[in-house]
């Protein structure tokens, strides 16, 4: 097996985890995007009926999984587009029974003098929406499109995110290599930047090592 840090071999190539690349994950990313974690979130838990969970769809970096996750987002982001504030998903974890998906719900913050109270609207509108999509499915095909049984919101309130832009640069870097990640807003963005990131102040080319 040529895969490092945690890649896996596929016999034609390395599929690597998270902020890793390179033909053998040899090189974390030299940028991660956390922009989406800044803003309130609702944590969500869905059962999808018409798929069935296997061993290897708890592992991120496997191809099941990520296929399963994107075609989740974009249904969600159809269920939720009419969501004021929505800014798409972000799945937490996969489990057996047929696939229940633990997930977040991303907001953009709230305008105005009274944003709790705007939050708690947004919550409503979520699980509105939600219901509505769990009453209205349709699987008489079971792969013409995901299929929910039910939905609930494990958190009652919209939540501001626990970490830090330090800390979560932390918690989204490869493993071994967090202590070399830092924030850096560029433009509209938050990214966990190293030194070896081009184009930023202060940074120098690492000539891919």
């Known amino acids: 097996?040529?895969?490092?840090?945690?890649?896996?071999?596929?016999?034609?190539?390395?599929?690597?985890?998270?902020?890793?690349?390179?033909?053998?994950?040899?090189f974390?990313?030299?940028?991660?995007?956390?922009t989406a974690e800044l803003g309130p979130s609702v944590l969500m838990v869905t059962r999808v009926i018409?798929?069935?969970?296997?061993?290897?769809?708890?592992d991120p970096s496997a191809t099941s999984y990520r296929s399963f996750v994107d075609e989740f987002g974009r249904t969600m982001d159809r269920i939720y587009q009419n969501v004021s504030g929505y800014r798409g998903v972000r799945v937490q974890s996969l489990r057996r029974g047929s696939v229940v998906v633990t997930y977040k719900v991303?907001?953009?913050?709230?305008?105005?003098?009274?944003?709790?109270?705007?939050?708690?609207?947004?919550?409503?509108?979520?699980?509105?929406?939600?219901n509505a999509t769990a009453q209205a499915s349709n699987c008489s095909r079971p792969h013409g499109g995901l299929c929910f049984s039910t939905f609930f919101s494990r958190s009652p309130r919209a939540k501001a995110p626990a970490l830090n832009a330090t800390e979560l640069c932390r918690k989204y870097a490869p493993a071994?290599?967090?202590?070399?990640?830092?924030?850096?807003?560029?433009?509209?963005?938050?990214?966990?930047?190293?030194?070896?990131?081009?184009?930023?102040?202060?940074?120098?080319?690492?000539?891919g090592g």
């Open 1 to 26: 097996d040529p895969c490092l840090n945690g890649g896996r071999w596929t016999g034609l190539g390395c599929v690597c985890p998270p902020n890793l690349e390179g033909d053998r994950c040899q």
């Open 176 to 207: 071994n290599y967090s202590r070399f990640y830092y924030p850096q807003r560029v433009g509209n963005s938050l990214l966990c930047v190293t030194n070896c990131t081009l184009n930023l102040p202060g940074s120098f080319n690492c000539h």
């Open 50 to 58: 018409n798929r069935n969970f296997s061993e290897d769809m708890g």
């Open 106 to 130: 991303l907001l953009h913050p709230p305008a105005g003098d009274a944003p709790t109270t705007a939050l708690d609207r947004r919550v409503q509108e979520l699980l509105e929406a939600t």
């Open 28 to 34: 974390a990313a030299p940028t991660i995007n956390i």
